[in-house]
């Protein structure tokens, strides 16, 4: 099984929460969550850091096409939960890999992610 993945953003890699670049890292959903917050920089960024955490996990490139096809949304009263699509649920899929998980945080303009993927319970099948 693959080693969790970590990615940290400082200040200087988070573009403004009204930067064009966030529509080729996120989607319309992730975009329009971030920016009901007061430092949607932030959260923003922990998002990105997030797809880039999953495609360092899977070996992929975190280009502009592997960004649109993951999703980070987060349902009321849970934690972050990402979506896949395209290639990265072709490889998971194809490999008999579990769903990755992520976690996410931010603090005074740094955003960090992490991803893994989850240790099957023993005796589970």
Not at 103 to 118: D, F, I, V
């Amino acid at each position: 099984m693959a080693p969790p993945a970590l990615v940290l953003l400082a200040p200087a890699q988070i573009p403004d929460p009204d930067d064009a670049c966030w529509r080729d890292w996120l989607t319309a959903e992730e975009i329009s969550f971030s920016r009901g917050f007061q430092r949607a920089h932030e959260h923003l960024a922990a998002r990105r850091a997030a797809k880039a955490a999953v495609a360092s996990l899977l070996g992929l490139p975190a280009d502009h096409r592997l960004c649109r096809a993951l999703e980070v949304v987060r349902a009321p009263g849970s934690g972050p939960v990402l979506r896949l699509g395209g290639a990265p649920a072709h490889l998971l899929r194809d490999a008999g890999l579990p769903h990755p998980r992520v976690s996410l945080t931010h603090a005074r303009g740094h955003a960090a992610a992490l991803a893994w993927l989850p240790v099957p319970k023993a005796g589970a099948r």
